[in-house]
């Protein structure tokens, strides 16, 4: 069983900038990929960002060029920056790991909030 829990959402001004962590209960190497979800009220929940234990990353269209995803593999921690923060990045963002073996085994964080509002 794998854990993941996010910290670091907060409310902050659009055009901010701010830093999720998703610290992991195993060695980052055992996981194929991760990633950043987030779900805003009323809408289903979306892909953010993705990293895998090969080093490639995609993104979402709408946070292309503000947001990063990178990992801390020493500290079992992936990172998501966000910066130009606008009004309709918020949303509940979840820490997501994929684990491939004969089937695809997917575990979740608890969720952080993150609100963009002046």
């Known amino acids: 069983q794998v854990q993941l829990v996010e910290s670091g959402g907060g409310l902050v001004q659009p055009g901010g900038s701010l830093r999720l962590s998703c610290i992991v209960s195993?060695?980052?190497?055992?996981?194929?990929?991760m990633g950043w979800y987030r779900q805003a009220p009323g809408k289903q929940r979306e892909l953010v960002a993705t990293s895998t234990i090969g080093g490639s990353t995609n993104y979402a269209d709408t946070v292309k060029g503000r947001f990063t995803i990178s990992r801390d593999n020493a500290k079992n921690t992936l990172y998501l920056q966000m910066n130009s923060l606008k009004p309709e990045d918020t949303a509940v963002y979840y820490c997501?790991?994929?684990?491939?073996?004969?089937?695809?085994?997917?575990?979740w964080g608890q969720g952080t909030q993150v609100t963009v509002s002046s």
């Open positions: 997501n790991a994929k684990i491939f073996r004969l089937s695809v085994y997917d575990y």
């Open positions: 195993t060695s980052l190497f055992s996981i194929n990929a």
